[in-house]
């Protein structure tokens, strides 16, 4: 018999997601882009939201989801919420993103101390993090995940061909 409760997860993960098929998340501007897609049709730039995007082997998306909603200067997470439906999915490897609703894409020092401890997290159960992305309507942050290479862009000085659709 079917994991009824996994396929109804998967399925919503799916079904909400952006339109992200033969998408490879393989550099920071195209998971700020995928996050950036996501506040856009289901979110609000009003308040920090926490994403988890699953990605397959490929670093393909295969689920989505909304950890946390937050005020308009924090969002309350914990590994467990964010690891839960990547374990759920079949996830081989995450990337983590939230906003920042004050337009500065910054990260904080707890957001640094967070994606420090996700990232471990991930090492230990054995699904990685590839990145935690900061986003604003109009720039991006990327911490680095696992790496720690930082990188930070403005969203709307790249040309269209260049991003998702």
Not at 14 to 19: E, G, H, L, S, V
Request: aromatic share 6%; hydrophobic share 40%; proline share 7%.
């Amino acid at each position: 018999m079917p994991n009824t409760q996994n396929y109804r997860l998967r399925r919503y993960m799916f079904n909400a997601a952006p339109k992200v098929q033969d998408v490879t998340v393989d550099t920071p501007l195209v998971a700020a882009e995928i996050t950036r897609q996501w506040i856009d049709r289901h979110g609000s730039w009003s308040k920090e939201t926490f994403l988890m995007i699953g990605l397959n082997a490929r670093h393909e998306p295969i689920v989505f989801d909304e950890v946390a909603v937050g005020t308009l200067n924090s969002c309350l997470v914990h590994p467990r919420e964010i690891f839960r439906p990547a374990i759920a999915g079949g996830c081989y490897a995450i990337l983590i993103a939230h906003t920042h609703p004050s337009g500065d894409a910054t990260p904080s020092t707890d957001d640094r101390v967070l994606t420090r401890r996700i990232s471990e997290a991930g090492q230990l159960i054995g699904i990685p993090v590839v990145d935690h992305v900061v986003v604003t309507p109009s720039t991006f942050h990327s911490c680095g995940g696992a790496t720690g290479d930082a990188t930070e862009q403005d969203l709307d000085s790249i040309p269209a061909a260049e991003t998702p659709s």
